[in-house]
């Protein structure tokens, strides 16, 4: 079955400035990457998604980019704010068929203010 | 809309006994997971459903756990007898999709504490 890596497991970064985690995976088939946020005492919530035939896709100060070939995809944000901080979680499906979706084990952020 | 909804919100109980979980999907969704969360394992997908019927079960741990979904508005995670390391944090998550990918919509959680 597909297995996601993530990393780092935990970041800081000073406010104002970029964060970066990274999601590796292992089946090919897989052509449905979303991200998901989780703050304190909550449910995971999407905030972007990308699906293969695209490489990069941008939303306000968050972006995605995914290389099929080096089967990699990353998220970005710019301008970190204190609301940012939260953990962060990378996942991978096949989508049309099935909805099952492989979750990374999650990135810890923190925005130093 | 309220969302997905998840009850009871904390639940302690004492090894042996059985606990259910229950959700309420966004009315119009049409398919139901039931995750789990630990420090340990991360976010683990147990059942997922679509249109009333389980689909994927592969994540159920062991025979101790089943889940049904009687109706389009309602789900239950049963465990039965409970074990400490059944501890942990259960969501319920619902999207309307058909075939395809949709977002999934997570309840706020049930955290589950066997003593």
């Known amino acids: 079955g597909e297995n996601v890596e993530q990393h780092p497991s935990t970041l800081s970064v000073q406010e104002g400035d970029s964060a970066v985690i990274k999601c590796t995976y292992s089946d090919s088939a897989s052509n449905y990457f979303p991200w998901y946020k989780q703050e304190l005492g909550k449910g995971p919530q999407l905030i972007i998604d990308?699906?293969?035939?695209?490489g990069e896709k941008k939303d306000q100060r968050i972006a995605v980019t995914l290389n099929k070939t080096a089967k990699h995809f990353s998220l970005h944000i710019t301008e970190t704010q204190p609301e940012d901080s939260a953990v962060y979680f990378c996942a991978a499906s096949i989508s049309f068929g099935n909805e099952k979706l492989t979750f990374g084990t999650g990135t810890r952020l923190t925005i130093i203010p | 809309d309220a969302g997905v909804i998840q009850s009871p919100r904390h639940e302690v109980t004492e090894m042996g006994q059985e606990v259910t979980l229950r959700c309420k999907p966004i009315s119009g969704h049409n398919s139901l997971f039931w995750y789990r969360q630990t420090m340990m394992r991360g976010l683990e997908l147990l059942i997922y459903f679509n249109n009333n019927v389980p689909i994927d079960d592969s994540g159920m741990p062991e025979d101790r756990f089943s889940a049904k979904m009687p109706n389009a508005s309602f789900s239950t995670l049963k465990i039965q007898p409970s074990e400490p390391r059944d501890s942990a944090v259960y969501f319920c998550?619902?999207?309307f999709g058909a075939g395809g990918t949709y977002e999934q919509y997570f309840g706020p959680g049930t955290r589950l504490t066997v003593t």
């Open positions: 990308i699906r293969s035939n695209v």
């Open positions: 998550a619902s999207s």
